[in-house]
C-alpha cells in the first residue's frame, strides 16, 4: 500500500484512536481532551479538577459524562444501549423531539465510556458546523413601525 498523507491524518483523528482502543486510559482521555477542547483550565479550576480526578481514578464513564456537561451543556444522552457486544450512545440537542426528526450525535464501542465519547466528539463535530451555518445566514432585522394584519376576513 503506498503512503497517503491524507490516509495517515484520518487515522490519527481522535475518533479512530479511540474506536481502535479496547479499554479508556488516562493517556487516551487526556489526548482526546487536548485535541478537542484545548485547555480545560479555561473552564473553571473546580471542573477541570473535578475531571482530572475522575479520570486519575479510573470513572472513565463519569469523566465522559461530565466532560459532555462541561463542554456541550445543551446536548444530552438521548439512548444508551448495549445490543450485540456494542454500546449505543446517541447525544442529542431536542431530546423531547420525536427521533426521527431529531438530529443526533452517534457512537458506538465495546466499552461505554469510549462509545459516550465518540458521541461526544460527534456533536463537537455537529456544533461546530452548526455555528458556522447560523453565522452564515443573512439576518434580516425587524422593520420600523407597527405591525399590522393584512388577511381579508370579509
Request: aromatic share 6%; with cysteine.
Amino acid at each position: 500500500m503506498l503512503f497517503d498523507p491524507k490516509f495517515q491524518h484520518c487515522v490519527d483523528r481522535p475518533e479512530a484512536r479511540l474506536g481502535r482502543a479496547r479499554t479508556p486510559t488516562p493517556e487516551l482521555m487526556s489526548a482526546v481532551i487536548a485535541e478537542t477542547c484545548g485547555p480545560l483550565s479555561a473552564r473553571g479550576e473546580a471542573a477541570t479538577l473535578h475531571i482530572r480526578q475522575l479520570i486519575e481514578s479510573g470513572a472513565w464513564t463519569d469523566a465522559a459524562l461530565a466532560l459532555v456537561q462541561l463542554e456541550l451543556p445543551q446536548w444530552r444522552f438521548r439512548r444508551i444501549v448495549y445490543e450485540d457486544g456494542e454500546w449505543h450512545c446517541s447525544l442529542s440537542r431536542e431530546p423531547q423531539l420525536p427521533p426521527d426528526l431529531d438530529d443526533v450525535a452517534d457512537g458506538r464501542h465495546e466499552a461505554l465510556p469510549l462509545a459516550m465519547l465518540i458521541a461526544f466528539l460527534q456533536a463537537r463535530r455537529d456544533a461546530a458546523v452548526g455555528a458556522v451555518d447560523a453565522a452564515a445566514k443573512p439576518r434580516v432585522g425587524s422593520p420600523g413601525g407597527d405591525p399590522v394584519c393584512c388577511d381579508n376576513f370579509a
